[in-house]
């Protein structure tokens, strides 16, 4: 019998609290899952890629080890096609959290997009209501704009917040240059 494996793609730049809700909730429903972490040469990013696979590889083992009886998760990194990666995983299925309606018809049409394109099936899973308007975008541009990261602990992990306040003590940083409030403009 084929092995269920969910593929949970993105940047998670940075995870939050909401992509660890969505793992948990995904580990009763496929026998694997892997967290495959993107590499977008077009996308500015807050933590460089290695950074970014080592924290989710620490978030997830811990979370992993809070219930064994659940199904493992790994954390891969990749570049290229999400689809590419998912199959060269032995991926059965595509996992995608959704937040609110916004992400709904976002994730349907590229839902819809890859299963024509590669065959590849999407599930969606609903966050947890404290998570509806978590973004990683969002969180980027609180930081860099000096806001108190401390203040989304509810949001974010808190290896996530110690990482995220040794880039806003760095002046040379990379998170300065996120600093744009759509409100100035």
Do not use: C, W
């Given at each position: 019998?084929?092995?269920h494996i969910a593929i949970y793609a993105?940047?998670?730049d940075p995870i939050t609290s909401g992509h660890l809700d969505v793992i948990t909730r995904?580990?009763?429903m496929f026998d694997r899952i892997i967290v495959g972490i993107g590499h977008n040469p077009d996308k500015k990013s807050?933590?460089?890629f290695d950074e970014r696979v080592e924290i989710a590889t620490t978030l997830i083992d811990a979370l992993v080890s809070?219930?064994?009886d659940l199904a493992p998760v790994s954390v891969e990194q990749y570049s290229g096609l999400t689809v590419d990666f998912a199959k060269q995983s032995g991926g059965?299925?595509?996992l995608r959290g959704i937040r609110n309606v916004t992400d709904l018809a976002m994730e349907t049409q590229l839902a819809i997009t890859n299963r024509q394109v590669a065959n590849m099936e999407t599930?969606?899973?609903i966050t947890g209501e404290a998570y509806a308007f978590t973004s990683s975008s969002l969180i980027r541009q609180i930081a860099a704009l000096g806001g108190d990261v401390e203040r989304l602990e509810s949001i974010i992990p808190s290896l996530v917040i110690e990482r995220?306040?040794?880039l806003q003590d760095d002046p040379a940083s990379l998170l300065h240059s996120f600093g744009k409030d759509a409100h100035m403009e």
């Amino acid at each position: 019998m084929r092995e269920h494996i969910a593929i949970y793609a993105g940047s998670f730049d940075p995870i939050t609290s909401g992509h660890l809700d969505v793992i948990t909730r995904a580990r009763g429903m496929f026998d694997r899952i892997i967290v495959g972490i993107g590499h977008n040469p077009d996308k500015k990013s807050l933590f460089p890629f290695d950074e970014r696979v080592e924290i989710a590889t620490t978030l997830i083992d811990a979370l992993v080890s809070e219930n064994t009886d659940l199904a493992p998760v790994s954390v891969e990194q990749y570049s290229g096609l999400t689809v590419d990666f998912a199959k060269q995983s032995g991926g059965s299925a595509l996992l995608r959290g959704i937040r609110n309606v916004t992400d709904l018809a976002m994730e349907t049409q590229l839902a819809i997009t890859n299963r024509q394109v590669a065959n590849m099936e999407t599930v969606f899973i609903i966050t947890g209501e404290a998570y509806a308007f978590t973004s990683s975008s969002l969180i980027r541009q609180i930081a860099a704009l000096g806001g108190d990261v401390e203040r989304l602990e509810s949001i974010i992990p808190s290896l996530v917040i110690e990482r995220i306040k040794k880039l806003q003590d760095d002046p040379a940083s990379l998170l300065h240059s996120f600093g744009k409030d759509a409100h100035m403009e």
